[in-house]
């Protein structure tokens, strides 16, 4: 057959030519990687992007966030067990807890050379007053709580606030410092993205972006004021599936499943870190639509007839611990150990139900592990005669539906458990049209008055000690009342290569050791 | 034309309504998938930025605006992305257009060839388990074969770059090298969207032959002593491409759902991804900009298709 042997040439021809291609496109990839002798360090994570990153036009996520924060210094930085002096070196608060002044360090420079003064400080309030940042934490309630700045000399600082708050010294130290020089002309930050948008003081200069493949690189800034930079060059780099792209060595951290541990254990090459369990899932009773969640007895018998070790084994397959019922979890810095705790007991649930049955529909995201954490819990309370129908939605109608309370149950799943006990306030003091927070808007229809209380004066209290005995007795009070139901907290695990790098550490609110600027840099 | 156009004005404000029908706003961050953390957005900074987004005016109003901002080439700019649609998508609608066109080509060349083949060959083993093979192969959904071909070809032979459309951060000696990294980059999900579409092409492509060789003009070809391949490819191909052709334009569409999921697969730089999260995010401006953008070129390619049918087949005017 002539026709069929000259298809055989086009054909063998055709490979040859694609494989010329291939093998081109491999050689001209691996020479870019060898290039330079004394090498420096250079960290590759997995990318996606994140925005363009001022404090303005980063995207409203932890990567996003925490990619911004290595350009831009604050006032105080997040360490490993609480606030640590940063650009400024030392502070003090006024004994009725209205003023703060900030002593900045001395010969701090901005990428551009310029020096950074406290009329770059007060600039940077002033400015946010306006055009607020996109991660903006110095407003409470929607009000703004500074009332003035004032520059005292080149590097002391005056603030004062409207009124004393515990939460204040975190807020004010965790805002961005911005080069006055570059923004004072600035009218619309959010659309500001000229190169010198991007001129900070941090550790590390953005070199390249690229948003459509998700690329980050950033080169550590030579003249930096602090702990010298360990890691010469952080790259975000896009990545279609993590662990393999870890096992090539194209990453060199990466989260993995605990089906996949076996595969790093016991190896000398591997390390295993076990992330703190700052994100969890909780149930939401809606009191204003169901009167009858008003009752302790039902909430509590909820709580019995949930079985979260069960949730933790099978939907997490190990990889979380089940959550308080105070709230706090297990690793928050203010976690209290002795509340009330609800070991799973069928029994218990049904002789606080008196017999009695519901039904309700429980609202749920479209992710694998909520639809196996719902199917669980329905079969566990189906024993104690509480019977659930379960909706899936996607993430935003079901924000929707939690926003306006139209649910009966709901379960939602979010970050932000290691941040400042607060957070109690937000979640379980009724304030109606308070605004909203991932773990807030308050619970529909509920309202306490030792609750109440106790999340004010924890919030008024300046002296720490004081203030975390309140937050202790606060937990307790929330887990023998129960006005929702934690479920679980995620503790993931990352691997990653210690011969290449082993500077990897948490900060003391937040669960991941790629985001804290303390994990590039040598210790102070 | 105009029934183009009113199809156009028909999607557009399909476009505009739909999306804001869908439960859910672009500020409101209440829950996160495992492991994420967002931004809290106060009650008073969700007024703020709907009002600077003109979202806080009635829908009719809001529709008017974009009818006129549209007339005027205004597009607008992405909630979440924060940047100009037109350039967010443009500089990635280049990618996914590239692999569209790319790929679509290639199964259509390759469709033809092989289903010609099929249809000379009808009946025999050489047909019969081409048929069998094209058929399994258009049935498995892209994605699948996507992730098939990424653990063969990427990780454990390692013959192709695991994700992204070009080397990150690698600096190119030559424009010729860098075509190279990019088609590199691109052999994978190109093969996974041939594959998905191969089979249909191929179906078309025999049964289209069939016809043709059965005609009475065939027969004189053979007749006049023509070799084999010179009747094949020259007498009846021109005629039994035409259904394909017009085929390939039509199902652009469909190509580009595939490519979006491809492009997930293989985390490819093109409007997928994009598309993926814009609605996720509810962001109104940018699935308006992204819908357009794929109904504006779907559009294109059926007027195309039209214009050239009636080139190739004389009989339809």
Same mark, same amino acid.
């Given at each position: 057959?002539?026709?069929?042997?000259?298809?055989?040439?086009?054909?063998?021809?055709?490979?040859?030519?694609?494989?010329?291609?291939?093998?081109?496109?491999?050689?001209?990839?691996?020479?870019?990687?060898?290039?330079?002798?004394?090498?420096?360090?250079?960290?590759?994570?997995?990318?996606?992007? &994140?925005?363009?990153?001022?404090?303005?036009?980063?995207?409203?996520?932890?990567?996003?966030?925490?990619?911004?924060?290595?350009?831009?210094?604050?006032?105080?930085? *997040?360490?490993?067990?609480?606030?640590?002096? +940063?650009?400024?070196?030392?502070?003090?608060?006024?004994?009725?807890?209205?003023?703060?002044?900030?002593?900045? *360090?001395?010969?701090?420079?901005?990428?551009?050379?310029?020096?950074?003064?406290?009329?770059?400080?007060?600039?940077?309030?002033?400015?946010?007053?306006?055009?607020?940042?996109?991660?903006?934490?110095?407003?409470?309630?929607?009000?703004?709580?500074?009332?003035?700045?004032?520059?005292?000399?080149?590097?002391?600082?005056?603030?004062?606030?409207?009124?004393?708050?515990?939460?204040?010294?975190?807020?004010?130290? /965790?805002?961005?410092?911005?080069?006055?020089?570059?923004? &004072?002309?600035?009218?619309?930050?959010?659309?500001?993205?000229?190169?010198?948008?991007?001129?900070?003081?941090?550790?590390?200069?953005?070199?390249?972006?690229?948003?459509?493949?998700?690329?980050?690189?950033?080169?550590?800034?030579?003249?930096?004021?602090?702990?010298?930079?360990?890691?010469?060059?952080?790259?975000?780099?896009?990545?279609?599936?993590?662990?393999?792209?870890?096992?090539?060595?194209?990453?060199?951290?990466?989260?993995? @499943?605990?089906?996949?541990?076996?595969?790093?254990?016991?190896?000398?090459?591997?390390?295993?870190?076990?992330?703190?369990?700052?994100?969890?899932? *909780?149930?939401?009773?809606?009191?204003?639509?169901?009167?009858?969640?008003?009752?302790?007895?039902?909430?509590?018998?909820?709580?019995?007839?949930? /079985?979260?070790?069960?949730?933790?084994?099978?939907?997490?397959?190990?990889?979380?611990?089940?959550?308080?019922?105070?709230?706090?979890?297990?690793?928050?810095?203010?976690?209290?150990? /002795?509340?009330?705790?609800?070991?799973?007991?069928?029994?218990?649930?049904?002789?606080?139900?008196?017999?009695?049955?519901?039904?309700?529909?429980?609202?749920?995201?479209? @992710?694998?592990?909520?639809?196996?954490?719902?199917?669980?819990?329905?079969?566990?309370?189906?024993?104690?005669?509480?019977?659930?129908?379960?909706?899936?939605?996607?993430?935003?109608?079901?924000?929707?539906?939690?926003?306006?309370?139209?649910?009966?149950?709901?379960?939602?799943?979010?970050?932000? +458990?290691?941040?400042?006990?607060?957070?109690?306030?937000?979640?379980? &003091?009724?304030?109606?049209?308070?605004?909203?927070?991932?773990?807030?808007?308050?619970?529909?229809?509920?309202?306490?008055?030792?609750?109440?209380?106790?999340?004010?004066?924890?919030?008024?209290?300046?002296?720490?000690?004081?203030?975390?005995?309140?937050?202790?007795?606060?937990?307790?009070?929330?887990?023998?009342?129960?006005?929702?139901?934690?479920?679980?907290?995620?503790?993931?695990?990352?691997?990653?290569?210690?011969?290449?790098?082993?500077?990897?550490?948490?900060?003391?609110?937040?669960?991941?050791?790629?985001?804290?600027?303390?994990?590039?840099?040598?210790?102070? | 034309?105009?029934?183009?156009?009113?199809? #156009?004005? $028909?999607?557009?404000?399909?476009?505009? $309504?739909?999306?804001?029908?869908?439960?859910?706003?672009? $500020?409101?961050?209440?829950?996160?998938?495992?492991?994420?953390?967002?931004?809290?957005?106060?009650?008073?900074?969700?007024?703020?930025?709907?009002?600077?987004?003109?979202?806080?005016?009635?829908? =009719?109003?809001?529709?008017?605006?974009?009818?006129?901002?549209?007339?005027?080439?205004? =597009?607008?700019?992405?909630?979440?992305?924060?940047?100009?649609?037109?350039?967010?998508?443009?500089?990635?609608?280049?990618?996914?257009?590239?692999?569209?066109?790319?790929?679509?080509?290639?199964?259509?060349?390759?469709?033809?060839?092989?289903?010609?083949?099929?249809?000379?060959?009808?009946?025999?083993?050489?047909?019969?388990?081409?048929?069998?093979?094209?058929?399994?192969?258009?049935?498995?959904?892209?994605?699948?074969?996507?992730?098939?071909?990424?653990?063969?070809?990427?990780?454990?032979?390692?013959?192709?770059?695991?994700?992204?459309?070009?080397?990150?951060?690698?600096? #190119?000696?030559?424009?010729?090298?860098?075509?190279?990294?990019?088609?590199?980059?691109?052999?994978?999900?190109?093969?996974?969207?041939?594959?998905?579409?191969?089979?249909?092409?191929?179906?078309?492509?025999?049964?289209?032959?069939?016809?043709?060789?059965?005609?009475?003009?065939?027969?004189?070809?053979?007749?006049?002593?023509?070799?084999?391949?010179?009747?094949?490819?020259?007498?009846?191909?021109?005629?039994?491409?035409?259904?394909? =052709?017009?085929?390939? $334009?039509?199902?652009?569409?469909?190509?580009?759902?595939?490519?979006?999921?491809?492009?997930?697969?293989?985390?490819?730089?093109?409007?997928?991804?994009?598309?993926?999260?814009?609605?996720?995010?509810?962001?109104?401006?940018?699935?308006?900009?992204?819908?357009?953008?794929?109904?504006?070129?779907?559009?294109?390619?059926? #007027?195309?298709?039209?214009?050239?049918?009636?080139?190739?087949?004389?009989?339809?005017?």
């Amino acid at each position: 057959m002539k026709l069929i042997e000259r298809l055989q040439i086009i054909i063998a021809l055709l490979v040859c030519a694609a494989l010329m291609l291939v093998a081109s496109g491999c050689s001209s990839g691996k020479s870019a990687g060898t290039a330079g002798v004394t090498k420096p360090l250079v960290i590759n994570l997995a990318g996606g992007d &994140a925005g363009f990153l001022t404090p303005f036009g980063h995207y409203p996520r932890g990567p996003g966030i925490f990619k911004m924060n290595l350009i831009f210094d604050s006032l105080l930085e *997040r360490g490993e067990k609480g606030y640590i002096p +940063w650009l400024a070196e030392k502070w003090e608060i006024s004994a009725d807890g209205k003023t703060y002044i900030f002593n900045l *360090r001395k010969g701090i420079k901005w990428h551009d050379g310029q020096p950074l003064t406290a009329a770059d400080v007060k600039f940077s309030f002033e400015y946010y007053a306006k055009n607020p940042p996109v991660s903006d934490e110095l407003a409470i309630n929607g009000k703004r709580i500074i009332e003035a700045i004032d520059v005292v000399d080149d590097h002391t600082v005056k603030i004062t606030v409207d009124k004393p708050n515990a939460t204040i010294l975190g807020r004010l130290g /965790n805002a961005r410092i911005i080069p006055r020089h570059i923004w &004072a002309t600035v009218d619309d930050p959010k659309k500001f993205n000229k190169p010198e948008a991007l001129i900070g003081c941090g550790p590390y200069i953005l070199k390249e972006y690229s948003k459509e493949q998700g690329a980050y690189k950033f080169e550590a800034f030579k003249d930096y004021w602090g702990p010298k930079p360990k890691v010469d060059i952080v790259q975000f780099i896009p990545v279609s599936d993590n662990v393999l792209a870890f096992n090539k060595g194209e990453i060199d951290l990466t989260a993995i @499943s605990p089906d996949l541990l076996a595969q790093y254990e016991n190896n000398k090459e591997f390390m295993i870190k076990k992330n703190p369990a700052f994100w969890g899932y *909780r149930l939401i009773f809606n009191m204003e639509k169901c009167p009858e969640f008003k009752d302790k007895n039902i909430r509590q018998a909820f709580a019995y007839a949930i /079985n979260a070790q069960e949730l933790v084994e099978k939907v997490a397959r190990g990889a979380a611990v089940p959550a308080s019922a105070g709230y706090l979890p297990v690793d928050h810095i203010w976690y209290n150990n /002795n509340v009330k705790k609800y070991a799973f007991n069928i029994d218990k649930a049904r002789e606080l139900l008196q017999g009695k049955t519901f039904s309700y529909t429980m609202l749920i995201g479209n @992710s694998n592990d909520e639809i196996r954490m719902a199917e669980l819990i329905k079969i566990s309370l189906a024993q104690a005669g509480i019977n659930l129908t379960v909706r899936s939605l996607d993430e935003k109608t079901r924000d929707a539906a939690a926003k306006k309370g139209d649910y009966e149950l709901i379960i939602n799943g979010h970050g932000g +458990w290691g941040s400042d006990a607060d957070l109690l306030r937000t979640v379980y &003091a009724n304030q109606k049209s308070s605004g909203q927070s991932p773990s807030g808007n308050g619970l529909y229809g509920y309202n306490n008055e030792t609750i109440n209380e106790l999340c004010n004066r924890q919030l008024t209290e300046l002296d720490p000690d004081k203030r975390k005995a309140l937050v202790f007795q606060l937990q307790e009070v929330i887990a023998e009342e129960v006005p929702q139901i934690p479920l679980y907290n995620t503790t993931g695990y990352i691997v990653y290569r210690p011969a290449k790098y082993d500077g990897w550490r948490y900060m003391f609110d937040h669960h991941e050791v790629t985001h804290s600027k303390i994990s590039y840099l040598e210790s102070m | 034309m105009a029934e183009y156009l009113v199809t #156009f004005l $028909f999607i557009i404000t399909l476009n505009f $309504f739909l999306p804001r029908l869908m439960p859910g706003d672009p $500020f409101t961050f209440l829950s996160a998938g495992t492991d994420e953390v967002t931004v809290a957005y106060s009650e008073e900074q969700i007024e703020k930025y709907k009002a600077y987004y003109g979202l806080d005016k009635p829908l =009719i109003n809001q529709y008017v605006s974009y009818i006129g901002n549209m007339l005027q080439g205004n =597009i607008g700019y992405s909630i979440y992305y924060n940047e100009d649609v037109v350039a967010l998508v443009g500089k990635r609608a280049l990618w996914t257009v590239s692999l569209v066109v790319v790929s679509l080509t290639v199964s259509c060349v390759l469709g033809l060839i092989l289903g010609s083949l099929a249809a000379w060959n009808r009946n025999n083993a050489f047909d019969r388990y081409l048929y069998l093979v094209m058929i399994c192969f258009s049935e498995i959904p892209a994605f699948l074969m996507g992730l098939l071909l990424l653990f063969a070809g990427a990780a454990w032979l390692g013959w192709f770059p695991l994700a992204g459309g070009t080397s990150t951060f690698a600096v #190119f000696a030559t424009p010729v090298q860098q075509a190279l990294d990019i088609v590199h980059h691109a052999v994978l999900p190109v093969i996974t969207l041939v594959l998905a579409r191969l089979g249909e092409f191929f179906m078309i492509a025999r049964s289209s032959m069939l016809t043709v060789l059965s005609k009475d003009y065939m027969r004189t070809a053979r007749g006049k002593g023509l070799s084999k391949s010179r009747i094949l490819f020259v007498h009846a191909l021109r005629n039994a491409a035409i259904p394909v =052709i017009t085929r390939m $334009f039509l199902s652009l569409g469909t190509v580009f759902g595939g490519a979006v999921l491809v492009e997930n697969v293989f985390n490819y730089p093109g409007v997928g991804q994009l598309m993926r999260e814009s609605v996720m995010l509810r962001d109104y401006i940018l699935m308006q900009g992204i819908f357009m953008f794929f109904a504006v070129s779907v559009l294109t390619m059926n #007027f195309v298709a039209d214009m050239l049918y009636k080139k190739l087949d004389p009989r339809i005017t």
